[in-house]
């Protein structure tokens, strides 16, 4: 089945063509631009005129492409952005309208159980057969006690968890246990905080104790302490590998599977805060429109990996739009 989905988020606008069989997806082409359609959402609760405009041209590239690929069927996502926007309703239908697709407004919960079923699908070996084996040489050489997995979302306007269980024993491989969304994404913390550039260390402090007080009511403690893996998804944890990396030019197969380590977050933190916006742009690895909200990334990162001790995350190049393509499959 020839599926076509549009994540439209609140950094960036998403695209994937692929074909799903056997509860596998098959890419056939993935792309990523960021918009940042929402600009200001967090403080106005509308959308700004140039970022629609940037938006709906970004969306007519990919009608294109969609056209072409003459999908089965399809959908266009969107989250935090239109969520939070008064006006959003309006600018969805038109968008839906410009794709040639259905499209629907996903809750954070939804969000957060289709992201997790994307991450683990990508885990057990859909994406490039290279980075899937070795994620699993590195499952097999680093065993924890913990049985639960929880899957790390982190967008633009809002960062959602999912725990559950990734290996074979789980009833239904697609339920995780626990699912929350928190209005803690990357835009709007650099927003609401770093006023400065770079931000100083009372922004820092302001922003890591906001995120930290918000992850420790919607977590509860039980159920941090069955949580023995983490799996990193979306722009944040791929830019900190490619960073990390080196990358000039992006590799989505040496990327997937890669650790990142509380050292390699620490390491981020303290080279980041010494540049501006502009300067960390400038860095390998660094995806122009990220520049500014990296540091925010970076927090919510080591403050999700803090909560829930885990000196280890996982990134994934599987992620909500697999899921969704999982689901589309299979209805």
């Not at 072409?68 to 959908?75: N, V």
């Not at 913990?146 to 024993?169: F, M, N, Q, Y």
């Not at 403690?221 to 791929?238: D, K, W």
Request: with cysteine.
């Amino acid at each position: 089945m020839k599926v076509a989905v549009v994540d439209m988020g609140t950094n960036s606008v998403r695209l994937l063509l692929a074909a799903v069989d056997g509860g596998r997806v098959r890419d056939v082409e993935r792309l990523t631009t960021v918009t940042r359609l929402g600009a200001g959402v967090d403080n106005r609760r509308r959308l700004d005129a140039a970022a629609v405009a940037r938006t709906r041209a970004c969306l007519a590239g990919y009608a294109t492409r969609i056209a072409t690929f003459a999908p089965d069927d399809g959908l266009l996502a969107a989250t935090s952005v239109l969520r939070d926007a008064r006006d959003g309703p309006e600018f969805l239908a038109a968008a839906a309208a410009g794709l040639g697709l259905p499209a629907r407004v996903l809750s954070g919960e939804e969000e957060a159980a289709l992201s997790f079923a994307g991450a683990l699908s990508g885990c057990e070996g859909t994406v490039e057969e290279a980075a899937a084996a070795r994620e699993s040489l590195t499952v097999a050489a680093s065993p924890d006690p913990r049985p639960a997995t929880v899957v790390i979302d982190i967008g633009g306007g809002s960062v959602e968890l999912a725990v559950g269980r990734r290996r074979a024993e789980r009833a239904n491989p697609d339920a995780p246990e626990f699912v929350c969304s928190l209005d803690l994404g990357v835009v709007r913390l650099t927003e609401r905080f770093f006023t400065s550039d770079p931000p100083d260390d009372g922004q820092w402090r302001t922003a890591r104790d906001f995120v930290r007080a918000a992850l420790t009511e919607a977590v509860p403690a039980e159920l941090r302490g069955s949580v023995g893996e983490a799996i990193g998804l979306a722009g944040t944890f791929t830019t900190l590998v490619a960073h990390k990396l080196a990358l000039r030019t992006y590799d989505r197969a040496t990327v997937h599977g890669h650790v990142l380590t509380s050292a390699d977050l620490a390491a981020a933190r303290a080279e980041f805060l010494a540049l501006t916006s502009a300067e960390r742009g400038l860095l390998a690895g660094i995806q122009p429109g990220r520049e500014d909200v990296i540091l925010a990334g970076v927090l919510l990162a080591r403050e999700i990996c803090r909560l829930f001790a885990l000196d280890t995350v996982r990134v994934s190049e599987a992620d909500l739009l697999d899921g969704i393509a999982l689901s589309l499959g299979a209805s």
